[in-house]
């Protein structure tokens, strides 16, 4: 027998599960965030391979000219600034939000390269990368898990 005053626990939390339940506004910002932090993980392991020398991974060239991929990040975060003035739709909004966010890690990622003006990524200074990132994945998470809107309560 259940007592009367018990509250069911879906009542206590109205916390999107899915992504789908989260609000479409809300939406682009989540995936920004999350891509943001999975492209970080995954250059930060595709970079290690490179530089460990494991056989079939190796830098990006054109024409004898190593491409960093800052230059891939600022390309991503060009298109998506573009497409986002002409495309509002929310389906739209939520693939511009993970491109942004892919592409802002990809920037992110070489911020000690772009402050020196040297290629630092594996001394010391290129710690400055993993800090700022790691900032910026801390203090965004955090905003979006603080910031949200509550659903109205029925009475």
Do not use: C, N
């Amino acid at each position: 027998m259940k007592p009367e005053s018990v509250k069911p626990l879906s009542s206590y939390s109205s916390r999107p599960r899915r992504l789908r339940q989260v609000s479409p506004g809300r939406r682009g910002l989540v995936l920004a965030w999350f891509a943001f932090t999975l492209t970080f993980g995954l250059m930060r392991l595709l970079t290690w391979l490179i530089h460990i020398d494991v056989a079939g991974v190796g830098d990006v060239s054109a024409g004898g000219v190593h491409i960093h991929h800052y230059v891939w990040g600022i390309l991503l975060v060009l298109a998506t600034g573009g497409v986002s003035l002409v495309e509002r739709s929310p389906r739209m909004r939520s693939w511009l939000g993970a491109a942004y966010g892919a592409g802002a890690a990809l920037i992110i990622d070489e911020a000690a390269l772009l402050l020196s003006l040297e290629d630092v990524y594996w001394d010391d200074a290129g710690g400055i990368s993993i800090a700022i990132a790691l900032i910026v994945i801390g203090i965004a998470g955090s905003l979006l898990a603080l910031t949200r809107r509550s659903a109205p309560r029925a009475r």
